[in-house]
Each structure stands twice: as C-alpha cells, then as structure tokens.
C-alpha cells in the first residue's frame, strides 16, 4: 500500500504533519479530510526511499536506554500537562533528534491515529521498545493512569542507564590501559627487540639469562604469533557456538558466577535489576506472575534465569515469595530477606526497591575498590615487562663495555 507524506493544518489551526498509508491520492485525502486535517501538501514517498527510511530501524533494533528514558519522561511531562495522546506523540517527533527515531514516534503516532492503543502501537515496531516498556504502558492504559505509569517507567530506566553509564565510564580506563599497554609491548618484542638482539648477539660473548629469554620470546612470536592467533580465533568461534547450545549456555553461565570476583558483581547487578523491575511492574500494577516471567526475560544469565522460572513455578502452585527465592541459592540472602519482610509487611514493592538501591550501591562500591587496586597493579606490570627488557638489553652492552675496560 503506498505511503503518503502530508502537511497541513488541523480543525484549532496548529500545523500537522506526518504519513499515512492509503490505496491512492484521493483516499489519503478522504482520510485525513475525516481527522479533521486540512492538508496544504501531500506527495507520495518513493518505493526506494521508504526502503531507506525503514532501513535504520530495522538496523538500530532496541532504542538506546538515554533516548528512550529520555522521550518517555517527555511524553509523560504532556500528559500530565492535559495535551491529548496524539498531540502528545507529535511534539515528541518534532522535539527527537535523530531521524531515524523520529520517523520510528511517527509511524507509533500513526497507529494511534488508527485506532489503535498506544501498547499495540508499540508492539508494532518490533524489538525497537522492550516487553517491559510494552506491558508497563499496557497497565496504564487500562487503568487510566498512562502518565504516572510512564513516570514510573522513566525513573526506572534512568536508574538502569545510570548504573550502565557508572559502569563504562569506570572500566573504561583500565580498559583503555590494557588494549594500549598490549599493543605497545607487542610492537616492542616483534619489531624492536628483534632488531637490538641481532646486534647483541654478534657481540660474540655469552649472553646474560634475562636477554637469552628476551630472544627466545621473540623468536616465537616471530615463528608461532600467526599459530597463536590463529588457534586463539578458533577457539572463540568453537567458545560462542557451544555457548549457542542450551546446555552451553547454562555451563558456561554457571562458570561466570564461580568465577572469585566477577561472579559476585554480575550476581549482585543481576538481583538489583530483577528487584528494581519486579518492584516497578507491581507497583505499576502488574500481576505477580506476569511480573515474575516479565522480569526473567531480562536476566542475562541463564543460571538466574531457570532460579526465577523454578520460583514463578512455586508461586503458582501457591508459595510465598520469599520461599522458592531463598532455596534457588544463587541471588544474595539480602533478597529473600526483604521479600519476607515486604510480603508480611505488605510492602513488597517497596521492599524490592530497596533491595535493588542496596545492591546497586554494593556494586558501585566493589567496583570502585577493584579499579583502586587494579589500576597501580597494571602500571606495576607494564612497568615490570619494560623494565625487563631495558635490563635484558643493556646488561650484555654493559658486560662487553667491562670487557673492554
């Protein structure tokens, strides 16, 4: 069905804008004739260019968590104001930034235009808005409170990009280090050294044990690096398949939680953003059980995941929360605790976000110690292996100028 840009003005004045589908020309303007459009403009979009409007959407997949926290709060902020759903939506196309999101609101606005609800009009774009955000404005939608939903659903998602942007910024160093250190010295040992050790090596005299493995690294990387890059790849393409597997996957999930530091950090973020989801979905009004599945689906660790699958289970067949939560073994005894105490309480919304501040706050902290330690730990290193090869390299040119003496 060909797809029309229009321009107008609508029955107050205010100028309008946007696309509709229709069989022709004649229809387009029926219709929006019939929304009380006055349209000053109207062409049809080429074949070839709908492609490619279509096609950065489709490519980009899921909004990035800023921009969708970021729109969600502004359409929040208009409603509460009073302007209507579809006045709504289009501020929120002329206000986005990038157009390939703007397009991505305006095929939303669009739907809505048609009849339908805003969560089916979201539903319609794919993976571009999480389950999560679809079933949070369907609650706010049949109970009549879509703005405070949407409030509620923003806090949330600022909260989750916070915790991201903590995250990044703080390995980011250490990260950085890591990549250029490497690089450094692997230019050092396969393209400097080679060439000093050849000089020392027709000093003829014997050559000193640091120096003899300086030569020797060398010399296999020279020989082997390609061999060791090589298997390296291998390796991880063989790693990714067999994780690939349901088996793999959950072994391999279950080895990244045994790991001594990693496994707890991962644990702990994992319970704050099971707590924080669960918390938002019921105070949203969510049911438990739908509650419970929807926050499953976004654990990224299947391990946790089959732990919440078993306690949906449990709480099906009539258990309490806390329960089947403290028998899974795998989350912090912090949440079951609290969950006991919110369910008995009959605060259990509030008590799961609490949970998830508490962990969220455990992990900024184990984060901070562990990049404190981490980052005087690898200037030791790189200082160490450089220090290493002055030392293999100026101590024959010290022994031979003795010589000389």
Do not use: C
Not at 11 to 18: D, T
Not at 115 to 130: C, D, I, N, V, Y
């Amino acid at each position: 069905m060909p797809l029309f840009d229009y321009s107008g003005f609508d029955s107050n004045g205010k100028k309008a804008k946007g696309s509709l589908e229709a069989n022709g020309k004649r229809v387009a303007l029926e219709q929006l004739r019939e929304q009380g459009i006055f349209v000053s403009s109207l062409e049809e979009q080429q074949k070839v260019s709908r492609n490619k409007r279509a096609w950065p959407i489709a490519r980009s997949n899921k909004l990035p968590i800023n921009d969708l926290a970021t729109t969600t709060r502004l359409l929040a902020t208009l409603l509460q104001a009073g302007v209507p759903l579809d006045e709504a939506l289009l501020s929120l196309v002329e206000q986005v930034g990038k157009p390939a999101q703007a397009r991505l609101f305006n095929q939303v606005r669009e739907a809505v235009r048609q009849g339908h609800s805003l969560h089916q009009a979201l539903s319609e774009q794919g993976r571009s808005f999480p389950d999560l955000y679809q079933r949070m404005v369907q609650v706010g939608e049949n109970s009549g409170s879509l703005d405070k939903v949407l409030l509620r659903l923003a806090d949330f998602l600022e909260d989750q990009a916070r915790l991201k942007s903590r995250t990044v910024a703080a390995l980011a160093y250490p990260v950085l280090m890591a990549i250029v250190g490497s690089g450094v010295l692997l230019f050092l040992v396969s393209f400097v050294v080679p060439k000093i050790t050849r000089m020392l090596v027709d000093l003829g005299q014997a050559l000193p044990l640091p120096t003899r493995l300086l030569i020797t690294t060398s010399e296999l990387l020279a020989t082997y690096g390609w061999l060791a890059a090589l298997l390296l790849t291998i390796g991880v393409i063989l790693f990714r398949r067999y994780r690939k597997t349901p088996q793999g996957r959950l072994r391999s999930d279950g080895w990244t939680l045994k790991l001594p530091l990693i496994g707890r950090i991962q644990r702990e973020i994992a319970t704050a953003r099971f707590s924080r989801t669960l918390g938002t979905l019921l105070h949203s009004g969510v049911p438990l059980l739908n509650a419970l599945e929807i926050s499953s689906g976004l654990l990224h660790n299947r391990v946790l995941q089959q732990a919440i699958e078993t306690t949906t289970i449990a709480v099906r067949e009539g258990a309490s929360l806390a329960e089947p939560l403290k028998h899974t073994a795998v989350f912090p005894p912090l949440l079951a605790q609290m969950t006991a105490i919110g369910e008995r309480s009959g605060n259990l919304e509030e008590m799961l976000i609490k949970v998830a501040d508490s962990q969220d706050r455990q992990v900024e902290i184990t984060l901070s110690g562990l990049l404190s330690l981490l980052e005087p730990l690898m200037i030791l290193a790189m200082g160490g292996i450089i220090g290493f090869i002055v030392l293999a390299v100026l101590l024959p040119i010290f022994q031979a100028s003795q010589g000389l003496g």
